[in-house]
């Protein structure tokens, strides 16, 4: 089973930074199943990201995602206020895993 | 609208079972597999596995297996999550989500339902 491990845990900014988040897999995934997810306190996860750089439907283009192989990155060039929250990303191969999350706070 | 409609709350004692249902509108339910995710409190997601709607076949996570079982009624376009025997552990939020891609080219959860608590205590 492929872990997924997520970095940093927390990160701390301000509303305009830029949040780069890190998904590093223990082993090489395909890129065609590697998403991430936005999830808010009381609320159902919601898919930003698959393909590891396509946007799903409704994403604003401030999110982006990239990356290949063992590492992927999630980023927001510039946070808004309804962006702090925790992002989980998300792997499939012979089982489907999620990272820990990093939970975007206000600094 | 696309969606997904969970059952409500549910408080159990240790040992009984729960049914959770998820009722879809607004697609073809047969066209996409459904997936079952669990948060315990304060916890991360973990992904329980899957149902494909159109033969009805389920898999299995590790550490989902025994004592889960995943089950369709196609007539009202509703998935359902049985846990037996329960424990205090067993104690989340329930989501079930739609696969993104029906070709399974592409691997993730497009549309959620809005969860169903469970909690286990005697």
């Known amino acids: 089973e492929t872990v997924l491990t997520q970095s940093p845990g927390t990160l701390s900014l301000s509303p305009g930074d830029r949040a780069t988040l890190s998904c590093w897999a223990s082993?090489?995934?395909?890129?065609?199943?590697l998403a991430w997810y936005q999830q808010k306190p009381g609320q159902a996860p919601r898919l930003l990201i698959y393909?590891?750089?396509s946007r799903a439907t409704g994403i604003p283009d401030r999110f982006s995602g990239s990356g290949s192989g063992i590492h992927f990155t999630l980023t927001i060039s510039r946070l808004e206020p309804e962006d702090f929250a925790v992002y989980y990303c998300?792997?499939?191969?012979?089982?489907?895993?999620f990272g820990g999350g990093t939970r975007v706070e206000i600094k | 609208q696309v969606q997904l409609v969970q059952s409500g709350s549910e408080l159990k004692k240790p040992g009984a079972s729960v049914k959770v249902s998820c009722k879809a509108s607004?697609?073809?339910?047969?066209?996409?597999?459904l997936n079952w995710v669990r948060q315990a409190p304060g916890q991360g997601l973990e992904w329980m596995g899957w149902?494909?709607?159109?033969?009805?076949?389920?898999t299995y996570a590790q550490g989902f297996t025994g004592r889960f079982l995943f089950s369709l009624d196609t007539s009202v376009q509703t998935a359902y999550l049985q846990i037996s025997r329960l424990k205090a552990e067993d104690t989340g939020v329930y989501f079930c989500?739609?696969?993104?891609?029906?070709?399974?080219?592409?691997?993730?959860?497009?549309?959620w339902g809005q969860g169903t608590t469970v909690t286990v205590s005697s």
């Open positions: 393909g590891a750089s």
């Open positions: 998300q792997q499939y191969d012979t089982s489907l895993t």
């Open positions: 989500a739609r696969d993104l891609d029906p070709d399974y080219v592409y691997f993730g959860m497009d549309v």
């Open positions: 149902i494909n709607t159109k033969t009805g076949n389920p």
């Open positions: 607004g697609f073809s339910f047969n066209e996409y597999s």
């Open positions: 082993q090489r995934v395909t890129s065609s199943s």
